[in-house]
């Protein structure tokens, strides 16, 4: 019923809390963007590094988006991604329809300007659940009509 | 499986990021126990709001703390209080045997120091949850051996 509601409210407070303390200092809005975006990193690695304590060694890159576009986001966002698309060649679209993190703000264009505070965690939540695979990867992340919302994942070959 | 994972570390990266953020300038600890537990405060307010939209009215204080050791305790932790006293006058003991913030810190006294840290933000929860009923209260914590903890709730008659 509301089991993704502890951590969308926590969520919303810590975006809260980075934003209100940066205004006292160091006013970028980038700054604060990188800020959530390297604690969805550690997030991203922890979660990722207890999910695969016991699943069997991944076949190939497709089997580990499939696997973030499923277990890990039904672990995290109680759904799972509703679109993945690559063009085979690093670069794959996760699209979910209705991405829990902006369904507390109102559809429309109004709000389409507060929607990068609420991607930015998740985009470093994706990057540090690849890296703990061993995969470096540049999430990227954007919204046409809320809650709907686009992940672009680029795989940096090594 | 996994299911409190995300909100648990969601919660302990908010933890470090406090405590660094407060290293350039505020040192002290009680401030940084104040603003989790403000930040508990809120989420508790916002979880109950949500958890008690369908439910039926509460027939008394009791009836409150029980839907708070079942059903709120359980959203946010995944299981339930293990043990609910009271001395009928207010005041309410809530003991999980196996509190899910504390369970990543090693058992033993090595760490006991670390456990208000891991607290502070269950009390605002607590406190914001009663306080969404209308019900004021103070919240401390206690824990004696690792990761089981008490939670005391006084309530504050109007």
Chains 1, 2 share one sequence.
């Not at 991604?81 to 670069?91: A, E, M, V, Y």
């Amino acid at each position: 019923m509301a089991d993704e509601a502890p951590f969308q409210f926590l969520h919303h407070e810590l975006i809260q809390y980075i934003y209100k303390t940066a205004e006292n200092g160091e006013a970028e809005n980038g700054r604060n963007i990188t800020k959530l975006e390297n604690m969805g990193f550690r997030v991203g690695q922890g979660l990722m590094e207890r999910l695969t304590k016991e699943t069997a060694r991944f076949k190939d890159e497709l089997d580990v988006m499939k696997f973030i576009c499923k277990d890990f986001w039904t672990c995290v966002f109680k759904k799972q991604i509703d679109n993945l698309r690559t063009n085979h060649q690093g670069i794959y679209v996760l699209q979910d329809n209705k991405y829990r993190l902006l369904s507390q703000l109102s559809a429309g264009k109004q709000y389409l300007d507060l929607a990068p505070k609420y991607l930015a965690f998740t985009c470093g939540l994706v990057r540090g659940a690849l890296s703990n695979l061993g995969v470096k990867s540049i999430v990227t992340a954007e919204v046409s009509i809320m809650p709907a919302c686009k992940f672009q994942v680029m795989i940096q070959k090594m």
